[in-house]
């Protein structure tokens, strides 16, 4: 088997004001380095579109809660002979209750999307996301290629700078929304080519890594 490992690197562009934003007046925030060892945990409040029928997806966090990871079971784009156009792209859209240590809160650092791909000479193949929080402005989708040929797995990575991090408000529990998508085209390609957001034994994630910061009252 060919190894072909795709990686790409896209900055967010939320603007650092709309951090600064995100917190109330009365509070100063301090980046905290490493995570917070408090008590931690993480709520699938709700999951929607053709990429993620209901039971077909998870989320845990991390044991050191440096991030969390979602793991899919049914997600697959694909595209060729006698395959509706319909199976050309597939989406989800996760909805998550982040319960942060007392006195914390975060934003999305860093994402590692993973996968695997069998996409034949010709085909096109692409993999998006975005991510935010309830009742903030949706940032821009982050527009992956993945490479054909490729039979392997793959991975996309999105890195946040510090300055366009956008955290939870202190204090607030708002959900964060996480919505991929994946298409493939078999473009000029004659045989079946196909995505996926997981794997066959369940041991590819994505993981969603933390910026942590402490909330401390203005003195």
Same mark, same amino acid.
């Given at each position: ?5 795709t990686?790409a690197?896209?900055a967010?562009t ?8 995100? #917190?109330p007046a009365s509070a100063? $925030?301090?980046v905290v *380095?490493p995570p917070p060892? =408090?008590?931690?945990?993480i709520?699938? &409040? /709700? ?8 039971g ?6 991390s044991p ?5 990871t ?23 859209q ?6 942060a240590? #007392?006195g914390?809160?975060f934003? $999305?650092?860093k994402? *590692?999307?993973?996968?695997? =791909? ?5 085909? &096109? /193949?692409?993999q ?5 929080f309830q009742g ?7 527009n992956?290629?993945?490479a ?9 990575t999105d890195?946040?700078?510090?300055a ?14 996480i919505n991929?998508?994946?298409r493939?085209?078999k473009?000029?390609?004659t *045989?079946?080519?196909y ?7 369940g041991?590819i994630?994505?993981?969603y890594h ?7 009252a203005?003195?």
């Amino acid at each position: 088997m060919k190894r072909l490992l795709t990686r790409a690197a896209v900055a967010l562009t939320l603007l650092a004001s709309t951090l600064l934003g995100a #917190a109330p007046a009365s509070a100063v $925030i301090v980046v905290v *380095d490493p995570p917070p060892a =408090g008590e931690m945990s993480i709520e699938l &409040v /709700a999951m929607a579109g053709s990429g993620c029928a209901p039971g077909t997806a998870d989320v845990a966090i991390s044991p050191d809660n440096s991030a969390f990871t979602a793991i899919y079971s049914a997600y697959l784009a694909q595209a060729g002979p006698n395959i509706a156009v319909t199976e050309n792209r597939k989406n989800c859209q996760l909805n998550v209750l982040v319960h942060a240590p #007392a006195g914390f809160t975060f934003a $999305i650092a860093k994402v *590692d999307y993973r996968g695997y =791909g069998y996409l034949q000479r010709g085909a &096109v /193949a692409q993999q998006r996301a975005n991510y935010y929080f309830q009742g903030m402005t949706a940032g821009s989708y982050a527009n992956h290629a993945i490479a054909a040929p490729l039979d392997d797995n793959w991975i996309a990575t999105d890195s946040v700078p510090i300055a366009s991090q956008v955290f939870r408000p202190c204090g607030e529990q708002r959900n964060l929304n996480i919505n991929t998508e994946l298409r493939v085209t078999k473009g000029t390609s004659t *045989d079946v080519s196909y995505l996926t957001m997981d794997s066959t034994d369940g041991s590819i994630e994505t993981i969603y890594h933390f910026t942590w910061m402490r909330c401390t009252a203005k003195k």
